[in-house]
């Protein structure tokens, strides 16, 4: 990797050159949308670690000036099988750039799925302007602590607004696939819209492969009106070279319902941000996470649920496994706001370590303001258990696919929950084949 | 079938096993009993090959093969089965995807193919019934919130589907109820076949009423210190243990 990095001037330079590149402008707003964000990104520090949010994560960031440069449109895109098809809605972005040919959008007017690139100038600017923080709500992470998103917005190349209409329930899923390779960054965004009583289940997976250096930055926003339910499912199964950013931003009204299932496996550098903001009451969210690290491999998982309204839910159960010399992070965050009162909150964090040299950081943070509250949370790290182990091998099966057994077992509860049966088939074949692989090796 | 001679074994430096002798001929069902710690459930679960335990002398050998050196699933595929006398609960891992890998792990040792899915689920249905326990427990955990009879009756389960040359028993009676009991005893007695051998550890005369033993062996601190035929126990359950100068504990 070389060295020298002047952060953050070479990300800003690159965008400047970016708007400036008659032959890569796909929209108007887009320019101007890339502009007004990058003041943010000129005062962006490169996270090290001093920088709290980054204790554990700014040693894995690699980054250099190769990959500062925006990526293009892949020219003979070599999109992988690694993707499944679930003959849903399928909405495919190769290097950050909208692939209309690889995609299936609707074709009736009781779902919009659309590129930003397809909206017009004036829905494109609502739609960015309600995606980006405003100035009432400064985002809990400041973009000079946090210069992913802000790198998104200055190399934004495209994304996807979803709007799901008043008691629709979309019985599709609605499949977002982020592939990319080459050198350089990729920047795209998910913005979801469920208006009042709306159902669906958005999924995104995030695949590629490099030779050299890539960074992937992704940025998702979902805003749940009352009474409506998002499923959410989260997947990487990128290269393991592959940096990867990304934060999801979820706000949630009256009575609405939120269930996220974020599967994370290691790389270079990994890191998915998941918020949870309850502003009305009623409002529940649930949010699963399983992580799997091996080798040298990294995974930053921070959650933070905000409780800003009274009689809201929230439960959380995240399971972390790491071998080899690999290293976890895992950071949940549960703020309960003043008026927040008669809050209901669970927060589970287990870890299993499958080898001493690999490690695990968790850290539960609780800040609670309200008194009638509810608010449980516990974390444990632990080991294979070697009575269990005994007990399968005396039934004849090999210690190692005994501690195979024994590691899928650890996550099998929170995997058999993903709500879609297809993608719930690929992660368990993915998981089996990454914890085989751990402990054959030995 | 299983031959012991002078086995000795120790947990922690401590030595538990003084010296076993026992000769267990295919089709035989032997009976051990003895007070507690005198070393039962260490006999049956080095024989299984737990490394808790280290063999500091003697032999053991199935069907001419040495035990000692022999890694613990070899042991289960040359067809040693242990019902453990505490068996533990292991959630998030079925009972069938258990059975079926324990099943497969033994055939590909063989040289037989996988079990395929059908026949697999009819047997394991079948066997479950046999044990009356609810079918619907074959996609629980193993033993997940199993009570103590239902986790004894699940290793009567895994026994009749592994089909093993060797059963050891240790203590499957203890704690059940006559019902269950039944349910054991109709179990072990459906394995039994002039192939195969049972050893089974009890602490009560009540279960060799169901499965009658051909052989009953007194173990005391270490060591068999009494041999004789099923008539042995019922003098155990009359006099006690007393009268072979052992204290009762
Ligand atoms: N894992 C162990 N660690 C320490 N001591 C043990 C262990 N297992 C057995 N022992 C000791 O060995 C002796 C025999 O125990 P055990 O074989 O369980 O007897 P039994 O099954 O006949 O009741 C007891 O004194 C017991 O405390
Ligand atoms: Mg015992």
């Known amino acids: 990797m ?60 690699k980054m250099s000036d190769a990959i500062a440069k925006p990526l293009t449109t892949a020219t003979k895109s070599t ?44 829905k494109a600017e609502q739609v960015l302007s309600t995606a980006m923080p405003s100035a009432d709500s400064a985002p809990a992470t400041p973009p000079a602590q946090f210069p992913f998103t802000a790198i998104n917005a200055a190399y934004l190349s495209d994304g996807v607004y979803i709007s799901v209409p008043k008691n629709i329930k979309v019985d599709k899923p609605i499949q977002v696939q982020f592939h990319s390779e080459g050198e350089g960054t990729s920047a795209a965004r998910v913005f979801l819209v469920a208006e009042q009583g709306a159902e669906a289940t958005l999924i995104e997976e995030f695949s590629g492969q490099t030779q050299t250096e890539l960074l992937t930055t992704s940025v998702t926003d979902i805003n749940l009106k009352e009474q409506s339910e998002i499923r959410y499912i989260r997947l990487n199964t990128e290269q393991q070279q592959i940096s990867h950013v990304g934060i999801t931003s979820v706000t949630q009204h009256r009575n609405s319902r939120f269930k996220s299932y974020c599967i994370g496996l290691g790389g270079t550098l990994r890191r998915h941000d998941l918020k949870v903001k309850l502003v009305e009451p009623g409002a529940e969210c649930s949010l699963d996470g399983v992580c799997v690290t091996l080798e040298k491999q990294h995974y930053d998982n921070h959650t933070e649920i905000e409780h800003v309204s009274a009689h809201c839910q929230s439960e959380e159960n995240y399971r972390c496994i790491a071998g080899d010399q690999s290293h976890i992070v895992f950071n949940g965050r549960i703020m309960i706001h003043r008026d927040a009162q008669k809050t209901s909150g669970a927060m589970s964090n287990k870890n299993l ?88 090796e030995v | 079938m299983l031959k012991i001679s002078n086995l000795q074994a120790s947990v922690e430096g401590t030595q538990i096993l003084k010296g076993i002798d026992l000769v267990v001929r295919p089709g035989e069902v032997h009976a051990i009993m003895g007070p507690n710690g005198s070393g039962k459930s260490t006999l049956s679960q080095v024989l299984a090959g737990n490394e808790a335990y280290d063999i500091t002398g003697g032999e053991a050998t199935l069907d001419g093969k040495s035990l000692i050196e022999m890694p613990t699933e070899q042991r289960a595929r040359e067809g040693i089965f242990l019902a453990f006398q505490y068996p533990v609960e292991i959630p998030g891992v079925s009972n069938l995807q258990f059975l079926r890998t324990a099943i497969n792990s033994i055939r590909e040792y063989r040289g037989e193919e996988e079990i395929d899915a059908v026949s697999f689920m009819k047997r394991a249905k079948e066997k479950i019934k046999q044990v009356n326990l609810d079918p619907a427990f074959l996609k629980r955990g193993v033993n997940e919130g199993f009570s103590g009879g239902e986790k004894k009756r699940n290793e009567i389960m895994q026994m009749l589907m592994l089909e093993p040359k060797l059963a050891i028993l240790d203590e499957t009676d203890s704690g059940l109820d006559i019902d ?64 072979l100068g052992i204290d009762e504990e």
Request: contains cysteine.
């Open chain 1, 79 to 122: 999109l992988n099988n690694d993707f499944v098809d679930l003959d849903g809605y399928l909405v495919v972005f190769v290097n950050g750039h909208f692939a209309a040919d690889r995609s299936r959008l609707p074709e009736n007017a009781e779902l919009t799925i659309k590129p930003f690139s397809a909206l017009s100038n004036e």
């Open chain 1, 353 to 440: 370590l499958l080898s001493s040299s690999a490690e695990i950081d968790t850290k539960p943070e609780l800040e609670i303001y309200a008194d009638d509250v509810k608010c449980a949370h516990g974390t444990t790290i632990g080991q294979l258990d070697e009575e269990e182990l005994y007990y399968l091998v005396t039934r004849g099966i090999s210690p190692d696919n005994a501690a195979t057994m024994l590691t899928l077992g650890f996550v099998n509860e929170l995997v058999q929950k993903i709500p879609n049966d297809i993608i719930r088939e690929k992660i368990e074949k993915r998981l089996e084949s990454l914890i085989q692989s751990a402990f054959k």
């Open chain 2, 180 to 243: 269950a009991l039944k349910v054991v005893a109709d179990g072990v007695n459906a394995l039994r076949s002039p192939e195969r051998s049972v050893i089974m550890v009890t602490h009560y005369q009540r279960l060799l009423d169901y499965i009658v033993p051909d052989y009953v062996h007194v173990l005391a601190k270490g060591k068999i210190i009494k041999s004789g035929g099923k008539e042995l126990a019922l003098e155990l359950e009359e006099k006690g243990y007393g009268w």
């Open chain 1, 2 to 61: 070389s060295a020298t990095l002047s952060f953050p001037n070479v990300f800003v330079d690159a965008s400047k050159a970016l708007n400036h590149d008659e032959a890569r402008i796909s929209a108007p707003w887009l320019v101007a949308f890339r502009e007004s964000q990058l003041h943010q990104l000129e005062q962006c520090l490169l996270p090290t670690r001093k920088t709290e949010d980054w204790r554990y994560s700014s040693r894995h960031l």
